[in-house]
């Protein structure tokens, strides 16, 4: 059974800092590529960023780059999402995505074989 689990999650002031973990288990991880999404109260989930396979390729959304870094560790079977200089709209419930046999997590969300369930960021100004 796959198992996307998302951690560090949490409440942090406007120029703060988080890192999100995702663990994932019941896969082969280093054939997926991973991603993580963003849903914000009342929005729709929007794409945040993406690393493929090797780690070697990745991908943000013009309103992170810069300031998240997305990163795999293949040998622990997790993907990271480092965010800096968090700002109030950064609030949202963030999502870990793995993609099987492609270079890159469409930003789209399209094909995408498995999801998290998400942990809570809250930036407060």
């Known amino acids: 059974q796959v198992q996307l689990v998302e951690s560090g999650g949490g409440l942090v002031q406007a120029g703060g800092s988080l890192r999100l973990s995702c663990a994932a288990s019941g896969l082969t991880f280093s054939s997926f590529a991973m991603g993580w999404f963003r849903q914000a109260p009342g929005k729709v989930r929007e794409f945040v960023a993406a690393i493929s396979w090797s780690g070697g390729t990745t991908d943000y959304a013009d309103s992170v780059k810069a300031r998240f870094t997305i990163s795999r560790d293949n040998a622990k079977n997790t993907v990271h999402l480092q965010m800096n200089s968090l700002k109030p709209e950064d609030t949202a419930v963030y999502y870990c995505?793995?993609?099987?046999?492609?270079?890159?997590?469409?930003?789209?969300?399209?094909?995408?074989?498995?999801w998290g369930k998400g942990t809570l960021v809250t930036v407060s100004s």
């Open positions: 995505a793995a993609d099987y046999g492609t270079r890159t997590v469409r930003r789209d969300g399209y094909g995408i074989d498995y």
